[in-house]
């Protein structure tokens, strides 16, 4: 894997807005940076993670708690790999969130030849 594909990951976390009242995010944030750090497949020091929560939504019709987890990087892990690291995201985020918040998981591959960065100074 090149430094290119190990250092771009983007790790976002959407939520209902109920998960900001219950100041769950920094005990998510440090449960899914450790989930990032143990996983070979990912270099966890150069991930963006980033929370934006939801005033307006609905699950299945209903206005109910909720958090999506949506890993970007670039393409080159297997489907094993990428299955790993779903697990490893859902252990970390039901570790962290109310028994009564929905948890989903979501590993995508960033579109190589579209894919542009600028590093910060």
């Known amino acids: 894997?090149?430094?290119l594909e190990m250092n771009m990951p983007h790790l976002i976390a959407e939520h209902s807005k109920d998960v900001?009242?219950?100041?769950?995010?920094p005990a998510l944030f440090t449960a899914l940076m450790k989930a990032c750090d143990i996983n070979p497949s990912i270099d966890a020091a150069n991930v963006k993670l980033r929370a934006q929560g939801f005033h307006s939504y609905l699950v299945a019709?209903?206005?109910?708690?909720?958090?999506?987890?949506?890993?970007?990087m670039?393409?080159?892990r297997s489907d094993d790999e990428k299955a790993a690291l779903s697990d490893a995201l859902m252990t970390?985020?039901?570790?962290?969130?109310?028994?009564?918040?929905?948890i989903t998981v979501e590993i995508r591959d960033?579109?190589?030849a579209s894919y542009r960065k600028r590093a910060g100074a």
């Open 1 to 3: 894997m090149t430094a």
């Open 20 to 25: 900001e009242t219950r100041n769950a995010i």
């Open 61 to 72: 019709g209903e206005i109910r708690a909720f958090l999506h987890l949506s890993l970007a």
């Open 74 to 76: 670039m393409g080159g």
């Open 92 to 102: 970390a985020a039901i570790s962290a969130m109310p028994v009564s918040t929905e």
């Open 110 to 112: 960033t579109h190589r």
